[in-house]
């Protein structure tokens, strides 16, 4: 069983649709960065994040509306906090969000409002370990050394990453290959900054792995052209690469579709604390594949043509080591 | 392959077994294997199990120690501590360069984990009780214990079960009724009182409780042994002293506390050699500690730090000029960590918190129960995949993929890793990606095939060809997972340790395991076809 035998397809040649899809895809990411703006979770802003269970524990009570609670969380000293609800209505399990620094008695100020105010939702349950299911204090100084610790980290990571393709290759490589990182982290960071969905710790690892993922696709396939070159030294190097680009296509899409497989069945199944983990990791896949072949190796073609270095490049690449 | 086949079958060996050895706990249970060496388990996160985790900062404003040092301190203190309040399993790390992370598992409150951390360290001598008043002590607390106890549910508990046992065995009386149930949790071992490992935790919650203070003779207390002070990590029974409830000398007294190392020509065997701690006090601390020990000659005085005892030496002769050792069976750390907790220094880094995060334990198990399930439903869906498209060798590969899991789960074992949800994220798709160098290898074998050759040769030529890409490929990745680790904290790194575990078990399983298997197993004689 083969998914494709013997493809041809004229990657190298439609490449300049592939950019304008690319292009759109970015702008329209950078644009929802200018507009909506990135919505940092408190592990980066510092704040308070809590959950909160208010299922009546007695039967005849109405689920507690969530219009109610936001009123009574936003009058009651938490004037900027966000409610959410989460699952179930007849569940009644809340999300309270609040940004900026916090003091530490919070928990107590939130019980207390609760006890003031909605007692007929808690009682006869343990306020401490029954009501609050979690809750998260954040200093903002805490906060804001995770920002630039997260930032750092990712320009850390795709630095050392050009370093090594440019001893294993070529510089014009390691350099395409980063601009498709790029491409990549933009557009999903651009979806997240569209969607309004939180950057939290984990998505900053999602993204992470995604460079990883990406840039593992993208060297595939140039080591593939990096072989062909040396083999195929009477043909053109657009026709070379496609036939790399063809000839690995077999391995993308399967490695791409067993690794969404798994990626999907946490977005579905992995419940709500891996949801947008999963949703970011399924993103990156399709985009990170899309760029692998799309993108990173017909940039190389794109700037041999422009600066008329492709002789020398492919002489170094080729070279015996 | 065929240059050095007995080292890879031994890398192989080695493999099987190291990853079978340390998955091992998990099959088994301690209680019916207990003489298995090896002991270590799987710890799950806090966002998998519940429960505090509080980050310090170290007050570096009057610092008058280097930082490192302080910081250090600080966490030998904080252990103590927390090893006090009875939570199993606490971890303490020090992050960036002067932050605390304290995570306690179980534990729902973090307004009194944080007084308990954060509060600063307070010594006191006391006298130990001698055999006869001890032995008072106990049978008084124990028969104070016995009438009320209605106030110790889990006393009540125990003395029901071990009632429970008695009548099925058909014995007349047990001792835990015969001496009283406080009494019979208290054991001993040459000079010294001692409770079992088992009850350790519920003595330290006794101890703990206001109940149970007011039940002990008024002028004494009892106190344990400190975990600090030990070689074994308290994993056997500790001791537990009876002290005079008052002190004759506190910390505040102390001018200096030193560790030293004494000289081998030194004539008394306790200090050649080994490490002891000097004690220096100042002028009235001199004067009380000459007078206390001067009328105590032959009695224990316990160092008892935040009520647990550091070491009892036993007063020799009355110490003039305000100096004293304490020496006892101290490595040099123990001995460094006590000096450290005299002296004054330890105070001269407040901690200030920072952030801290309750998870609730419900939610923890619903995170494992759908986690788990969703990877089950990736991994099958992965695996009926491969045997469809690439038929034996795909077999081959699934076979090597789920050894690949039971890798991944025994090395985090073996380096005492943390598995949080992250973690399991990151197991999961590890095996979306270990797919991929089979994948890769295994298309690449059948282009040679195409290309007419020999399943033999195409076997070689596609190993040979593709294990360039795989390195490359890997070596990238792992640079991404080196850089999460570390920059990242607490579940990033959990997150990072087991993709990095992911991709070195997946690059062994591709390039060694399943070649070998099919050159020996899929490829014996002289075969014709290959199944892929």
Same mark, same amino acid.
């Given at each position: ?33 200018? $507009?909506?703006?990135?919505?940092? #979770? ?173 840039? &593992? ?64 990791? #399924? ?8 760029? /692998? ?29 | ?63 008058? #120690? ?13 252990? &103590? ?128 409780? /206001?109940?149970?203070?007011?039940? @002990? ?55 050649? &050699?080994?490490?002891?701690? #000097?004690?220096?006090? &100042? ?53 460094? /960590? ?49 045997? $469809? ?107 990072? @340790?087991?993709?990095?575990?992911? $991709? ?29």
């Amino acid at each position: 069983m083969r998914l494709f035998q013997n493809a041809n397809i004229p990657f190298v040649k439609i490449r300049r649709t592939a950019y304008v899809i690319s292009v759109i895809l970015i702008l329209a990411g950078i644009a929802g960065l200018i $507009i909506n703006g990135l919505n940092w #979770s408190i592990d980066f802003t510092g704040g308070m994040a809590a959950t909160i269970n208010l299922k009546p524990a007695k039967a005849g009570v109405p689920p507690l509306q969530i219009d109610k609670l936001r009123n009574l969380v936003t009058s009651n000293g938490f004037k900027d906090a966000e409610v959410q609800r989460y699952g179930e209505v007849e569940e009644a399990f809340f999300l309270i969000k609040v940004k900026g620094s916090q003091k530490e008695e919070v928990k107590e100020q939130l019980l207390d409002i609760i006890r003031d105010h909605l007692p007929e939702y808690v009682e006869g349950r343990d306020l401490e370990n029954d009501v609050i299911i979690e809750i998260n204090v954040v200093g903002q100084k805490a906060g804001a050394a995770m920002q630039s610790n997260a930032i750092l980290a990712v320009l850390i990571a795709l630095v050392l990453m050009v370093i090594y393709i440019w001893i294993r290759f070529e510089f014009t490589f390691g350099l395409m290959a980063i601009a498709a990182l790029f491409h990549d982290v933009l557009i999903i960071v651009g979806i997240f900054a569209l969607t309004g969905k939180e950057i939290t710790i984990q998505i900053i690892a999602a993204l992470l792995t995604i460079v990883g993922y990406s840039i &593992n696709d993208t060297i595939v396939i140039f080591d593939r052209i990096r072989e062909d070159l040396k083999i195929y030294r009477k043909d053109p190097v657009p026709v070379v690469f496609n036939r790399s680009i063809n000839r690995t296509l077999n391995r993308t899409i399967i490695t791409a579709g067993t690794t969404l497989i798994t990626s999907l069945s946490l977005y579905f199944f992995g419940g709500a604390v891996l949801h947008d983990f999963a949703f970011a990791i #399924s993103l990156g896949i399709i985009f990170g594949t899309y760029s /692998s072949i799309f993108v990173a190796s017909n940039l190389v073609i794109d700037t041999y043509q422009i600066t008329h270095k492709e002789k020398k490049s492919i002489q170094h690449l080729t070279k015996k080591k | 392959m065929k240059k050095y086949p007995w080292l890879y079958l031994v890398l192989i060996l080695i493999f099987v077994l190291g990853t079978l050895i340390f998955l091992s706990p998990l099959l088994m249970t301690q209680e019916k294997f207990p003489s298995w060496p090896i002991k270590q388990k799987l710890n799950l996160g806090l966002d998998l199990r519940g429960g505090v985790q509080i980050v310090l900062e170290v007050d570096t404003k009057d610092l008058k #120690s280097d930082l490192s040092s302080a910081v250090d301190n600080n966490i030998e203190i904080i252990r &103590n501590r927390i090893d006090q309040f009875g939570v199993a399993e606490p971890t303490i790390q020090k992050m960036d360069e002067k932050f605390i992370v304290v995570q306690l598992p179980g534990v729902k409150d973090p307004l009194s984990a944080e007084e308990l951390v954060t509060r600063q360290a307070f010594l006191q001598f006391k006298l130990v009780a001698d055999g006869e008043v001890t032995e008072k002590v106990i049978n008084q607390t124990s028969e104070n214990v016995q009438r009320n106890l209605n106030l110790f549910p889990a006393l009540a508990k125990l003395e029901k079960e071990d009632q429970a046992m008695r009548d099925s065995l058909g014995l007349a009386d047990s001792t835990r009724v015969e001496q009283g149930i406080f009494r019979s949790l208290i054991g001993t071992s040459q000079n010294d009182y001692v409770v079992k490992q088992t009850d350790i935790d519920l003595m330290k919650a006794l101890l703990q409780d /206001s109940n149970f203070q007011q039940l @002990v003779p008024k002028d004494h207390q009892f106190a344990f042994e400190s975990i600090g002070a030990r070689t074994d990590q308290g994993k056997g029974p500790r001791t537990i002293y009876v002290v005079s409830r008052n002190a004759q000398l506190s910390g505040d007294l102390l001018d200096n506390a030193r560790m030293e190392i004494g000289a081998s020509t030194a004539q008394d065997p306790k200090i050649a &050699n080994k490490p002891y701690i #000097s004690l220096e006090f &100042n002028r009235q601390g001199a004067r009380l500690f000459e007078r206390v020990t001067g009328d105590n000659v032959g009695k224990r005085l316990a160092i008892v730090v935040d009520d647990m005892v550091y070491s009892a030496p036993y007063i020799q002769d009355r110490i003039p000029e305000g100096k004293a050792i304490i020496t006892g069976m101290f490595t040099r750390t123990e001995a460094r /960590s006590l000096a450290i907790l005299l002296n004054n220094e330890s105070l001269n880094a407040p901690l200030i918190p920072y952030s801290s995060t309750v998870v609730g334990a419900s939610l923890g198990a619903d995170s494992i129960r759908s986690g788990t399930m969703a990877g089950m439903i990736g991994i099958i869906v992965v695996i009926i995949f491969m045997l $469809i498209y690439y038929k034996l060798s795909g077999l081959v590969a699934d076979f090597v993929l789920i050894f690949n899991i039971g890798f991944i789960l025994a090395a985090l074992t073996a380096f005492g890793g943390t598995l949080t949800l992250p973690g399991i994220a990151g197991i999961i798709l590890t095996i979306g990606m270990a797919v991929d160098a089979n994948v890769l290898i295994f298309e690449r074998i059948r282009e040679e095939l195409d290309a007419g050759k020999t399943p033999h040769t195409a076997v070689d030529a596609g190993y040979k060809r593709t294990i360039v890409t795989i390195w490359d490929a890997n070596i990238t990745t792992l640079i991404a997972a080196f850089v999460l680790w570390r920059f990242g904290t607490g579940p990033i790194r959990g997150f990072a @340790v087991t993709l990095t575990i992911g $991709i070195v078990g997946s690059m062994f399983c591709a390039i060694i395991f399943v070649r070998a298997i099919m050159e020996k197993v899929m490829l014996t004689g002289v075969k014709k076809t290959l199944s892929i």
